[in-house]
């Protein structure tokens, strides 16, 4: 009927579609997904007898042309239903301006992904009819366009002259991409890496499912041939667009890009180009050597229908690539409930900290309280509180004397105070060992001792003071 062949589907695709509208969305994704254009799924429903509208029958017809397994899910009212959501202005039959605008609308990734294209080419051709017109009033001649390949070559030869030395090593490589693609039909997530080799032409694609944890097998695809097929405009348009964007990133105002600051523009609208051209094509598909007792995949690229090329052109064998790049390793996981399990540890032991600070306050303020109702009598005044027991504890009465002296034994016996004991004579220890006057004291000492030993060789000086003098030979 059409010249395309009909979708492949099954009951499952259907299966969480309530409604009948949802249903035929769910065929028109897939239609978009294989890469149709919206006339082209439009032919599906167009009658036999070559009209440009759409009747009742004619479109449960097409419907059912485009994916035979809707047959067996929907009904003839969710049919009529659909048909009537379709018809926009009731005159009993669908045009393609109808067609389209519902197409346009609906709420899965690829149409609205189709329809910011369309408003962009629609909103292109408004500004390019704009800019002929104006040539045309001014007598100014057209340049040139459709030209393909020509800036994205002079891009290569711009990067090979900064960069000889690799552009001549057959084994040299770059990644120009290293991200992960979502591919929401089987809701299995792709972590892919792009390696360039400049002087071989190619691109080596590595591939690890982090659903299904397995390597893909790597692909190798033909540079100039992706090179070739970008059209010039569209180059330049990205590269204006970027160096509009790299002057207010850099808050460049006022001069011109430097060389060095155009080949990074340049080299990142080259590298985005090579590796948008590749995940746009990149697809699953069963793979037929796992049999089809497993549900395994494989990766390819698929030919879309601008694409000029024929199906599968794009790869190719290794071109000399003495060792493979490896895929991507597996990253680990992060376990979102053992991280909630932890935060929640932690403010659970933030809370308690704060509770504990808040208790040796008030226990800071009842000791001082006590110890203040120690001192002084009956003058209170006279005694300065907590501090005044590292002086003395003999001032106030009898009773409050012996209970500053037990409280003292306590403090002094605490693990906390002989904590601070060790620590404070352990970092003299370690200032007088450092220390270079200590050490002269201790020499002068030695000296001296040794010297009033020499001429008292009888002991009187040392006896006199009550020290034996072989004591202080010892």
């Known amino acids: 009927l059409t010249g395309l062949d009909p979708l492949s589907f099954n009951e499952d695709d259907f299966k969480d579609d309530d409604t009948g509208i949802k249903k035929m969305w769910t065929v028109m994704t897939k239609a978009k997904e294989s890469g149709m254009s919206v006339d082209q799924i439009f ?85 390019d009819a704009a800019k002929m017109a104006e040539r045309e009033a001014t007598n100014l001649p057209l340049t040139p366009s459709g030209s393909t390949g020509a800036i994205m070559h002079a891009l290569e030869d711009h990067r090979h002259q900064k960069d000889s030395a690799a552009a001549a090593n057959m084994q040299s490589k770059e990644v120009i991409y290293e991200g992960t693609k979502l591919f929401w039909r089987t809701h299995e997530k792709i972590d892919i890496v792009m390696h360039e080799y400049s002087a071989l032409h190619c691109i080596v694609m590595c591939s690890y499912n982090a659903t299904t944890d397995e390597a893909h097998p790597n692909i190798i695809i033909n540079k100039t041939m992706i090179e070739d097929t970008i ?75 601008l694409d000029t090329y024929e199906e ?91 209970v500053k002296k037990k409280v003292m034994r306590a403090l002094l016996r605490s693990d906390a105070v002989r904590d601070i004991r060790r620590r404070k004579i352990a970092a003299f220890r370690e200032y007088l060992a450092n220390s270079e006057w200590y050490e002269q004291l201790c020499q002068e000492l030695l000296e001296r001792n040794a010297s009033l030993a020499a001429e008292d060789k009888e002991g009187v000086l040392y006896e006199e003071r009550g020290v034996r003098a072989d004591s202080v030979e010892a």
């Not at 239903?81 to 393609?96: A, M, N, R």
């Not at 340049?266 to 697809?283: A, D, T």
Request: include cysteine; charge should be negative.
């Open 43 to 127: 032919t599906f429903f167009k009658s036999s007898s070559g009209g440009s509208e759409i009747g009742p029958l004619d479109f449960q017809e097409g419907l059912a042309a485009l994916g035979p397994a809707i047959t067996k899910t929907i009904t003839e009212d969710e049919l009529s239903e659909i048909f009537q959501d379709l018809d926009d202005d009731g005159g009993g039959t669908i045009d393609v301006d109808e067609f389209k605008a519902h197409c346009y609308n609906i709420p899965r990734l690829a149409w609205k992904a189709e329809k910011i294209r369309f408003e962009r080419e629609k909103t292109k051709s408004i500004e």
């Open 312 to 402: 599968g052109s794009l790869i190719i064998e290794n071109p000399g690539i003495a060792t493979m790049p490896l895929p991507p390793e597996k990253k680990e996981k992060v376990n979102v409930a053992e991280f909630r399990k932890m935060n929640a540890e932690i403010r659970r032991s933030s809370q308690e900290l704060g509770r504990l600070s808040m208790s040796a306050k008030r226990m800071s303020s009842i000791v001082a309280a006590s110890m203040d109702a120690f001192g002084g009598g009956t003058n209170p005044a006279a005694f300065g509180g907590i501090s005044a027991l590292n002086v003395t504890t003999r001032s106030g009465t009898a009773a409050s004397i012996a």
């Open 231 to 305: 059209e010039d405009e569209a180059v330049q348009e990205q590269l204006s667009a970027q160096r509009q964007e790299y002057c207010l990133r850099k808050q460049i105002v006022g001069r011109k890009l430097t060389d060095d600051e155009e080949a990074e523009v340049e080299e990142s609208v080259r590298r985005g180009i090579l590796s948008n051209y590749i995940l746009l094509r990149l697809q699953q598909r069963e793979n037929p050597a796992t049999g089809a007792a497993e549900a395994a995949t494989e990766l390819f690229l698929k030919k879309l229908h």
